[in-house]
């Protein structure tokens, strides 16, 4: 009989995760507050379920992947939340991208219950998700770690144990504060070619064959070149990103020269009407500075 793994957050991470786990022969029943991402997920094999308390009742392993901490914190312990359908012994995986002070209050907590807990986080865009090629980057015990790993293996190509619970939170941050700077660098260097008539093509398959290459600049560079912003990723979703990686830098003291002007494009990419976007959309604030034409159609314009 195929074990079973509940899912709360069937969107663009939620839906990959899902899609490999059915592929992978478990059972997936899930949850979310769309109606048509539940339908996509029946129409995939899963079984949609009416509350994060459902999702959990008769599950080995359930998956939260949620947009904040505090969402999450809702589902889990909230009315009708995982915890009242959990039995003891349920592996819950956060695969959002959550504070890791929230995350190591939620682990707390939970054990209270006899509920384990693992903060793990992905990296990889939902195109990457969908090819399988993310990877876990958790934090909790080794046992719930290591009990945790055929779940693991059914969606991503690796697993890594940052730590106690709350690091793997914070792994994350730093992997989406490098991210950040990469990208930066990707879309000024872009608009700087964009400016002086070079033919983009061109430039960006040296950029990608260059010592500058990165995963970045093939994921995100056609994006940027090409003004197609179809979400991966959202303008939104990087901004809330962006403004935990600055909370723990002030917390920990840590300079965020690159997160602070990173937070603040975003900002500017979401005020323009791009935060339904892609997070690449913000190259848009980098051409309007450049006097270029803008790309692209903010959501509120129709």
């Not at 144990?161 to 939170?169: D, I, L, P, Q, T």
Request: with cysteine; net charge neutral.
């Amino acid at each position: 009989m195929a074990e079973c793994v509940g899912l709360v957050g069937v969107g663009l991470m939620g839906s990959a995760f899902s899609h490999h786990l059915l592929q992978s022969g478990f059972k997936v029943q899930g949850f979310d507050l769309d109606e048509r991402r539940l339908a996509q997920l029946n129409q995939r094999g899963g079984t949609p379920v009416e509350s994060p308390a459902a999702a959990a009742r008769g599950a080995r392993w359930l998956i939260t992947s949620l947009p904040t901490s505090d969402i999450v914190r809702e589902a889990v312990l909230g009315a009708n939340g995982v915890a009242e359908g959990a039995a003891k012994g349920l592996v819950v995986a956060d695969a959002s991208t959550s504070r890791p002070e929230d995350s190591e209050k939620l682990g707390a907590e939970l054990a209270k219950r006899g509920i384990r807990f693992l903060d793990a986080a992905v990296s990889g865009t939902s195109a990457m998700a969908w090819k399988k090629d993310l990877i876990v980057i958790a934090g909790g015990t080794p046992e719930d770690f290591e009990a945790a790993q055929p779940l693991f293996a059914g969606f991503a190509r690796a697993a890594y144990r940052m730590g106690a619970v709350g690091s793997g939170a914070m792994a994350k941050l730093v992997i989406n504060l490098i991210l950040f700077g990469n990208r930066l660098a990707l879309a000024e260097g872009l608009v700087l070619g964009m400016k002086a008539g070079m033919e983009g093509e061109s430039l960006l398959a040296v950029l990608q064959d260059a010592a500058c290459s990165s995963k970045t600049m093939i994921d995100k560079g056609p994006k940027m070149l090409k003004g197609d912003y179809s979400p991966e990723g959202q303008v939104k979703i990087s901004l809330k990103d962006a403004r935990l990686a600055l909370e723990q830098g002030n917390r920990l003291g840590a300079p965020m020269l690159v997160g602070s002007l990173w937070a603040q494009l975003q900002q500017a990419a979401y005020q323009q009407g791009l935060a339904e976007m892609d997070s690449s959309a913000f190259i848009e604030v980098l051409r309007e500075l450049a006097g270029l034409p803008l790309r692209g159609k903010p959501k509120d314009e129709g």
